[in-house]
């Protein structure tokens, strides 16, 4: 299926300006998955949460890609990458998505970016492909079920009920006010919303994102096996139990 109006080429709507990186295209299980590969030296891979893309980390890639080789996927369904047919955005498949990208482009050594819903994504890759994850840099996010936390049971069961679904697929709820209120230090140009809004410019694009809400609370069983090897991932690592 085709990536924009063409099959692996980069829409005309992505500005140049605030994304001055080549995209590129590689296919993993027969989803279309954009990425950037940016510079030289050990490989990080940044990996994006809900309801982002690759273009979250542009200006840390801008920086650190004169000592490093920064690479940042965007899931299937999201950004400028395509799901294939029978795809169901779970956060189970973004994970194997995520394994199959790392050995499409044969990474080693890599040093894991993760935060929001690439927690969990990210550390289940992880824990699948131990001799390509070497060390992960883990911020706002989490990785075991939130059994009894009313804030996001309460989040979970509103945003990925129907009217939060509805919210999400016709109004583009999530971009229009997570995005903004997740810029706490700045706030957001109208140039930089209009790249995340332009990702998810139709309701079938916006489907993707609706999901992610519920598996909160209906991902229980993914993120009880996450949790439940944490203590692999500290070892490989050297430290405590989490």
Same mark, same amino acid.
């Given at each position: ?81 395509? #799901? ?15 394994? +199959? ?20 994504? +990210? ?116 430290? #405590?139990?989490?």
């Amino acid at each position: 299926m085709p990536v924009g109006d063409v099959y692996g080429v980069r829409p005309a709507w992505v500005d140049d300006t605030l994304f001055p990186f080549t995209s590129r295209f590689v296919d993993v299980d027969g989803n279309v998955v954009h990425y950037v590969d940016e510079g030289d030296g050990p490989t990080i891979v940044f990996l994006h949460g809900n309801p982002t893309w690759s273009f979250v980390y542009r200006d840390v890639i801008a920086a650190l890609r004169n000592r490093y080789r920064c690479i940042a996927p965007d899931y299937p369904g999201f950004g400028l990458s395509q #799901a294939r047919t029978g795809y169901g955005s779970l956060p189970e498949e973004h994970a194997q998505a995520v394994v +199959g990208f790392l050995d499409a482009l044969a990474l080693d050594d890599v040093t894991l970016v993760v935060q929001d819903w690439g927690g969990p994504i +990210g550390m289940w890759a992880a824990l699948e492909r131990p001799a390509r994850v070497s060390r992960m840099v883990i911020g706002n996010t989490w990785a075991w079920p939130v059994n009894g936390d009313r804030h996001f049971e309460m989040f979970s069961a509103l945003m990925g009920g129907p009217p939060g679904r509805w919210l999400i697929e016709r109004a583009n709820l999530l971009v229009r006010v997570m995005i903004p209120t997740g810029h706490r230090l700045r706030k957001v140009t109208s140039a930089e919303l209009a790249q995340y809004r332009a990702a998810l410019d139709t309701r079938e694009r916006r489907r993707a994102s609706a999901i992610f809400p519920r598996q909160i609370i209906a991902g229980k069983a993914f993120l009880t096996g996450i949790a439940a090897r944490l203590g692999e991932l500290a070892a490989r690592t050297g430290n #405590a139990e989490p």
